[in-house]
């Protein structure tokens, strides 16, 4: 059935964040300090993260900037388009506010109800269409009249909320599975610690450097001069890449280099890839190299570390993610107000465990049963995804059948 379309504008209002000053910000919580949500406290599958919070004096808050039930919280500027737009609801009002590169779409009580308002912002072709629209040379911004000018279908308040109810179960199924993927990972780093313990406990034992036992190096540098040399284009691992504990390989990029370079840089199987920076809480995040893709290099921001016989890569790479190594990191890194970075040379000192290979050996058959549990489980979340990405395109082209639902 075909409703109503009515521009977002007519039915909800649009808040931009706060730029605070240094003063006013906690990185703990306060007496007289609330919460306060940035762009990255929304996750690139649009649910809440935070691990990455900071606090705000009450004192600086108007009320209008406080998150109410109902809102969507919005990423409006940042430097990766892919980022811009990101969003969830606020389901339940807490007390927190929102800063800079940031925005809220308030819908209006009484047109529309809040949880359909907000399922119309998840479909992907809203994400397609900020892609196409948000301006910038190295910032994209999203502006109000971006998103007042789209158009929402806009049916009688019951069946919006029938609609919503659909989708909500749907989007349940799909939450389930993410949480359970959280918590196979958790799992891991639970296992990891009980098997070899906390090393912050006993880091004198640790007589091994990383430089010691493996090859590390830095990547290639974009931007050199290369007329005169034989060249090859090849794939590259990027910072974006490279995530804590994973690899996203949903955007790869090609890089021409010199050919002489290609086997310098070149990706072999069981290869941890490592970022120099990043946010102080992924600084070192680490992941294994599978030989996914043929003829892949890694840029200078991404460090290669090539284990020798005695270890394996993926009692390294949970190692990376201890308190031990974050740590470390932490106290050698560089540091800016929101960023931190490593150089090669801290790396290769990072103190390393001398566990036996046995040991070492029945942690990777921990993890090999793990990885199964995860496939099954990432097999539930596609089908889940697909079904909810189904219902929602569905629901906003009025061919939902909801004479069942209460």
């Known amino acids: 059935m075909k409703w109503p379309l009515v521009k977002v504008s007519d ?34 599958d ?19 900037q406080l998150l109410q039930q109902g809102d969507v919280f919005m990423t409006a500027s940042t430097g990766s388009k892919s980022a811009i737009g990101k969003n969830l609801q606020i389901h339940e009002a807490d007390k927190v506010t ?22 119309f912002f998840k479909r992907a072709e809203f994400r397609n269409y900020i892609s196409n629209v948000v301006e910038g ?5 999203l502006k109000n009249e971006h998103i007042d000018s789209l158009e929402i279908p806009l049916p009688p308040l019951p069946i919006q909320k029938k609609i919503a109810a659909v989708l909500e179960k749907a989007d349940n199924l799909r939450q389930q599975s993410q949480q359970m993927e959280r918590e196979l990972n958790l799992l891991a780093q639970t296992v990891f610690l009980d098997m070899f313990g906390d090393y912050r406990k006993n880091a004198m034992s640790l007589k091994s450097s990383l430089g010691e036992v493996a090859d590390v190096r830095s990547g290639v540098t974009k931007g050199q001069k290369l007329e005169d040399h034989k060249l090859t284009t ?10 804590d504990g994973y690899l996203d390989l949903s955007e790869i990029k090609d890089i021409t280099v010199k050919a002489k370079d290609f086997e310098k840089y070149q990706l072999k199987p069981g ?18 190299w599978s030989g996914q893709i043929a003829n892949c290099i890694h840029q200078n921001h991404v460090f290669r570390v090539r284990l020798c016989d005695r270890y394996v890569p993926e009692f390294f790479a949970y190692y990376l993610q201890t308190p031990f190594v974050k740590q470390y990191f932490l106290k050698c890194a560089k540091k800016t107000t929101n960023l931190a970075s490593i150089n090669i040379t801290q790396l290769k000192g990072l103190p390393i ?5 046995g040991k070492q ?46």
């Open 46 to 64: 649009g649910s809440l993260n935070e691990n990455k919070l900071v606090f705000v004096s009450e004192s600086c808050i108007s009320d209008k």
């Open 98 to 119: 929102f800063g800079a590169f940031c925005k809220v779409l308030r819908p209006q009580s009484g047109k529309v109800d809040f949880k359909y308002f907000g399922y």
């Open 353 to 357: 465990p001398d566990e036996s290979l």
């Open 11 to 44: 039915i909800c209002n649009q808040i931009r964040g706060v730029s605070y000053k240094k003063d006013q910000i906690s990185d703990l919580p306060r007496e007289g300090f609330t919460k306060l949500y940035r762009s990255n406290n929304i996750s690139s």
């Open 234 to 243: 090849v794939p590259y691992m990027r910072v974006a890449n490279v995530q």
């Open 271 to 288: 290869d941890v890839l490592m970022t120099e920076g990043g946010d102080f809480d992924k600084l070192g995040r680490g992941a294994i």
């Open 361 to 406: 050996q029945s942690f990777l058959r921990f993890i090999d049963e793990l990885k199964a549990l995860k496939e099954a489980n990432f097999e539930q979340q596609e089908q889940a995804n697909t079904h909810f990405n189904s219902l929602i395109q569905r629901a906003f082209k009025g061919e939902l059948d909801l004479k069942d639902v209460a």
């Open 137 to 141: 040379a190295n910032i994209n911004n």
